[in-house]
């Protein structure tokens, strides 16, 4: 069984930064593309990033580009997420997401979610 | 590409038959997949390149469409199917998800 683990939310002030981790377990973790998907309070969820299983492709969506960055170790089964020049719209819990596929770009859809992780942008 | 669902909420009982609707305003050429999500929880994956069944789902999820225009439909709501659904493209990034609906108790 898959299992996504995320750690790093908290609470962080506007502008600072923060490092979201995910560790999977139960895959075969270098073979497929992984994500971050975000929900914000009362809303629904939102496609963040995602990077492709070598790391040779990356995506953002426009909210965040520029400021946030998507990593992996395959050697460590994690993917990680660098937040910069937070936000208060960028307050949410933010998951951590297995494709199906390894390409980011080969059309796959992600099939296992890990339980989230919060994030609070608050002075 | 932007994902419009439709009804953002529904009020339904147990048994009845419902259909969530969701339009893309680009084709998306069968890449769209179905989620569950119940508050506090991970997001399920439902159904997935338009009509597949993901493995462990009950066979009363169904989905259907073509290019721009998707449907899932649950034949016989059960009380453990009231939760957030949401329709999302998996064609082309950033990989939109549509707005949910809530499908609640009547």
């Known amino acids: 069984e898959v299992q996504l683990v995320e750690s790093g939310g908290g609470l962080v002030q506007p502008g600072r930064s923060l490092r979201l981790s995910c560790v999977a377990s139960?895959?075969?973790?270098?073979?497929?593309?992984m994500h971050w998907v975000r929900q914000r309070p009362g809303k629904g969820l939102e496609w963040v990033s995602g990077?492709?299983?070598?790391?040779?492709?990356?995506?953002?969506a426009d909210s965040v580009k520029g400021r946030f960055t998507i990593s992996r170790d395959n050697a460590k089964n994690s993917v990680y997420l660098e937040m910069n020049s937070l936000r208060g719209e960028d307050m949410a819990f933010y998951y951590c997401a297995k494709d199906s596929q390894g390409g980011l770009f080969g059309s796959g859809w992600i099939d296992s979610w890990g339980q989230g992780n919060l994030v609070i942008v608050s002075s | 590409i932007q994902m419009t669902q439709s009804p953002s909420s529904l009020a339904a009982s147990v048994g009845d038959r419902v259909t969530i609707t969701c339009r893309a305003s680009?084709?998306?050429?069968?890449?769209l997949n179905w989620y569950q999500h119940e508050p506090g929880k991970a997001p399920k994956l439902l159904i997935y390149t338009t009509s597949s069944l993901q493995n462990g789902v009950p066979s009363r999820f169904s989905g259907s469409g073509s290019g721009a225009d998707y449907t899932l439909t649950i034949s016989s709501l059960q009380p453990e199917d009231f939760a957030t659904y949401y329709c999302?493209?998996?064609?082309?990034?950033?990989?939109?998800f549509g707005q949910g609906t809530k499908l609640e108790i009547k």
């Open positions: 139960g895959v075969t973790f270098h073979h497929y593309a």
């Open positions: 999302h493209q998996s064609y082309d990034p950033p990989f939109s």
């Open positions: 680009q084709s998306v050429y069968s890449y």
């Open positions: 990077i492709s299983w070598n790391s040779g492709s990356l995506g953002y």
